[in-house]
């Protein structure tokens, strides 16, 4: 019996000594992980605060005022001023009406020649082709006629005056030389002005004496031809034209003006017009038109701008975006040019200085935009300083220094 209680308390000894031992290990191994991971933790604390620094250091572009200069930055206050509205309407680019001339032939005739062609500019009188043509000659014969009998009559007139002055003929026999001369001298005329009509110079009324003449046909206008259907040897007459000329040096943009603001549009009112081709060009124009028969089915009206076009950029048949400007009537707000904006992150953004060497990018709330200014509805106070000119240039300094460059 005895020996029986000997050996259970030997086995719960060994029970006892096997789990205390296993908790002082399994203890141990925990303090010696936990302190293992301490260190780590705290290098990687570190490594985050260094490149949130760097973030931080990243916000700002520094610029001494000398490097501004020569990167044409600008910096002004920002103000407030009043910012005109506008109607915008859709529209398309047409040759001016008034500036358009439809070249024909005022007789028939077959073309010998052609001298101009699809897109030439051309001059104000300059010869586009040559025609041959049985009327002119006909025309021409009865002149060359005309001319012979004059010099005929002069002739017989003074004789007729020598024999009266000696005594030979009687005075009527004057009154009858003289009405043959002026009459001729009429016919001399008449047949001047048709070959005038026909398109003849005078210089070119005895240029070809006794050759077959050809009729030069001349442009009106200067400008461009911008339709050409004459062809050598083809038949040409006046209901026929054979060239179009387009003075393109001013446009017209029509615009259709919806109903409700048909009361804001005027005669002589401002528009700026722009096109997809040119989204960066703003050309400016007037209204010199307003329909005064209103579309049932769109119920809009019908406005013509006559927009200068000297580049010759804007081209017939092109679409436009047309905004009509009305008064600045409205109070004064805080506004600064477009072009001063900059796309940052997704935003739009301002570079502001506070002591004219740091630049900071601010995003800004914008409103409304009207004649090239925008609206700054927050983000930004009156009087404070920012980067009027040379944000691109600031926001592609702070991206190499986001880049590490």
Known sequence: MKKKVLIIGLILAVVLG????????????????????????KGTDKAEDKEKGKEEELKSVTMTPEKQKQNGIVVTAAAK??????ISA????????????????????????????????????????????VELGEAMNRYRQSKTKLALAKNNLERVKTLVE????????????????????TELHTDEERLTLYGLAPAEFDK??????????????????????AIVGELADPSKSLYTIADLSSVWVMVD?????????????????????FPELRFRGKINYIAD??????????????????????KPEMFATVELALPADTPPVLAVPEDA??????KKVLFVTEDGTEFEPRAIEIGRASGGKVEVAGGLKEGERYAVKGGFLLKSELKKGELGE
């Open 257 to 277: 003006v919806n109903e409700k603001d048909l009361a804001k549009v005027r005669k002589g009112q401002g528009a700026i017009v722009t096109v997809s081709a």
């Open 18 to 41: 096997g789990g205390f031992y296993y908790c002082s290990n399994h203890l141990a191994g925990k303090n010696t992980e936990n302190a293992a991971e301490k260190p780590a933790q």
């Open 90 to 133: 859709t529209g398309k680019v047409e040759v001016n009406g008034d500036r358009i001339a439809h070249v024909s032939p005022r007789i028939a005739g077959k073309i010998a020649s052609v001298s101009a062609s699809l897109g030439d500019g051309v001059a104000s009188g300059k010869v586009l082709a040559m025609l041959d043509s």
């Open 341 to 346: 904006l900059q796309e940052l992150d997704g």
């Open 81 to 86: 001023e009043r910012l005109a509205g506008f």
């Open 293 to 314: 028969v209103m579309d049932e089915t769109t119920r809009t009206v019908k406005a013509r701008i006559e927009v200068p076009n000297s580049g010759r950029k804007l």
């Open 208 to 229: 070809a004496d006794h050759k077959r003449q050809l009729l030069p046909l001349r442009s009106p206008i200067g400008g461009v031809i911008t339709e050409k259907h």
């Open 166 to 185: 000696k005594k030979i003929a009687a005075r009527k026999d004057i009154l009858q030389a003289e009405t043959d001369y002026q009459m001729t001298l």
